[in-house]
């Protein structure tokens, strides 16, 4: 194999698909679990701060014991640590506002409503908490989860808050992890089976077939699977087979061109001799040889045309077409001529293709084409060839009918193939071959709709760069 078509290396796991599935099922899982996090991190602060002012509403029922609403500073202190605040203010409608807070009332920083805090004003404050590094007291307004009648406010310091709300982040940053790392190894185990290793083996099977398309173990065994990618396998085994196919019938082809190239110059020799004896044969008196030289200069013209017509499509390689608009009833017209020349007017010419419609095509490969099909049918023995054009759905479509006695079944099978879709004795089959390539060249198509004693019907349909339009 040469160097520029050394065959590629497969990438590692590293760096081919099945690690970058992996990166990015561990980054999605990531991103989820911080969309997550926002809200679970304002919801654990509220909660918190919820909490001390449940505390707080319990601490202060100690002073509905006293008469006058006042306990001692030593019970004052240990209720208020019980409750984890520094200062603690009960209201209630109708009744005084009792208060358990020390001599000095701690400076309130910020102060929180938790009655009327919105979503995204949680969230906000929640990590505004978690990055302030300055001590503050913070005051949490909320009603009483005990009585919804009570309003409690609490006075804390935001030490422990900012304390608690780190940790819970640890704890859901090491869970979210361990969540992804699971997630991502399941999720990329179950597209390695499911896609990667099959795409993998698609991909070698393609370079190894690429490197060497007639080594019989380069085809490829597909699998019974019914997704995408079974029928993706499917298709890709049927494509080699064919262009397998394909290949063993142009190295034929090509291993004739090449014996016929060779032995073109000696075998022409040979045929002149034979016509120099033929002709001499021909100029004889005898009434037997005067009999049988016509046959046997035929045969031996059909000899020389044969070999003239297998060396030609050897040597061809047909040009790519040259589009132009023309007018296709001018072109059928000529068409018509030529076919009459070349058959000595066995056959009627019947066209019936407006003046006005025109084609955008290669008009000598659509000229070699049509030639072809109606030579074919006057030669077949049709008195009649009829021709139609239309524009239909934005592509010129020709039918060529004969009446003809129709072809062969077998003939039909292999209809343009080269050296085997033919009928006639002594044909090479390369017209329709030929005819079919050029057609195909434009992206077109070329079908025998049918083919019966009453004659034969081909169509041929050019889809065009644009439509096919009336001038």
Not at 152 to 165: C, G, I, Y
Request: glycine share 6%.
């Amino acid at each position: 194999m040469p160097m520029s078509e050394r065959r590629p290396r497969l990438p590692s796991g590293i760096t081919g698909l099945s690690a970058r599935l992996l990166v990015l099922t561990i980054g999605f899982v990531m991103l989820s679990e911080v969309l997550i996090f926002a809200p679970s991190i304002a919801r654990f602060r509220q909660d918190w701060m919820q909490d001390r002012v449940a505390a707080g509403h319990l601490a202060t029922l100690a002073l509905e014991a006293t008469p006058d609403n006042m306990v001692s500073e030593s019970l004052k202190a240990e209720l208020l640590a019980h409750a984890a605040v520094q200062a603690i203010v009960i209201s209630k409608p109708g009744e005084v506002r009792r208060v358990l807070a020390p001599e000095a009332m701690p400076m309130v920083d910020a102060t929180y409503d938790l009655r009327h805090a919105g979503f995204l004003t949680l969230i906000a404050d929640a990590f505004m908490a978690m990055i302030e590094t300055t001590p503050r007291v913070l005051r949490a307004i909320d009603v009483s989860p005990r009585d919804p009648s009570v309003v409690v406010e609490t006075l804390f310091d935001d030490a422990p808050l900012r304390m608690a709300m780190l940790d819970f982040s640890r704890r859901i940053l090491a869970l979210s992890l361990i969540i992804s790392f699971l997630t991502a190894t399941l999720v990329y185990l179950s597209l390695q089976w499911l896609m990667v290793r099959p795409l993998r083996r698609l991909t070698e099977n393609m370079i190894a077939f690429r490197g060497a398309p007639e080594h019989p173990d380069t085809l490829f065994v597909p699998s019974t699977r019914q997704d995408e990618l079974g029928i993706a396998q499917r298709e890709l085994a049927h494509m080699e087979t064919a262009l397998r196919a394909a290949l063993k019938q142009k190295a034929r082809l090509a291993a004739l061109g090449g014996a016929v190239a060779k032995i073109n110059h000696d075998l022409r020799n040979i045929l002149a001799a034979a016509r120099l004896m033929s002709d001499r044969l021909a100029a004889s008196t005898d009434p037997k040889v005067q009999k049988a030289a016509p046959a046997l200069l035929g045969s031996i013209d059909r000899a020389v045309s044969l070999c003239e017509q297998t060396l030609g499509y050897a040597r061809e390689e047909l040009p790519p077409p040259h589009r132009t608009r023309f007018a296709l009833a001018a072109l059928v017209d000529e068409v018509g001529e030529v076919v009459s020349l070349l058959t000595g007017g066995r056959a009627v010419w019947d066209a019936s293709v407006a003046r006005e419609l025109q084609a955008v095509a290669d008009r000598e490969h659509l000229f070699r084409v049509l030639v072809n099909l109606g030579r074919n049918a006057a030669e077949a023995g049709a008195q009649t060839i009829r021709l139609a054009a239309a524009a239909i759905d934005g592509a010129v479509q020709i039918d060529i009918r004969d009446d003809g006695p129709g072809l062969p079944r077998q003939v039909r099978e292999r209809l343009f193939q080269p050296f085997a879709g033919t009928a006639k004795p002594g044909g090479s089959g390369l017209g329709l071959a030929i005819a079919a390539e050029l057609v195909r060249a434009h992206g077109g198509e070329i079908e025998m709709v049918d083919s019966t004693q009453g004659g034969t019907h081909f169509r041929l349909v050019l889809p065009l760069p644009g439509r096919a339009v009336a001038a």
